[in-house]
């Protein structure tokens, strides 16, 4: 079982800079995949980034280059740190993890709100 909790995110001006950190309960956490998904008002989830147990990460198209997410083994905790910030990324972010052995995201935090005026 694992048990994810968002926090970091808040409102900021486009150009500006937000850094979100989920913090995972897990036993195994250094061998679980974990990802960086957002849903803006009136569409659907999207995945923004993900990192798997070996540290490799991928990204949308639309956040590559301002996005950077990384982990913390030591503190179980998960980050995703946003440059250059647009109104386009407003939007409520959730992390999620897997086994990474797994298909599917079982797990998921409550959510953060980012809030990117123009």
């Known amino acids: 079982q694992v048990q994810l909790v968002e926090s970091g995110g808040g409102s900021v001006q486009a150009g500006g800079s937000l850094r979100l950190s989920c913090a995972a309960s897990?036993?195994?956490?250094?061998?679980?995949?974990m990802g960086w998904f957002r849903q803006a008002p009136g569409k659907g989830r999207e995945g923004v980034a993900f990192i798997d147990s070996d540290g490799s990460t991928r990204y949308a198209d639309s956040v590559k280059g301002r996005f950077t997410i990384s982990k913390d083994n030591a503190k179980n905790t998960l980050y995703l740190q946003m440059n250059s910030l647009k109104p386009e990324d407003t939007a409520l972010y959730y992390c999620?993890?897997?086994?990474?052995?797994?298909?599917?995201?079982?797990?998921w935090g409550q959510g953060t709100q980012v809030t990117v005026a123009s």
């Open positions: 897990a036993d195994t956490y250094s061998t679980i995949c």
């Open positions: 999620a993890a897997r086994l990474c052995v797994i298909g599917g995201w079982p797990y």
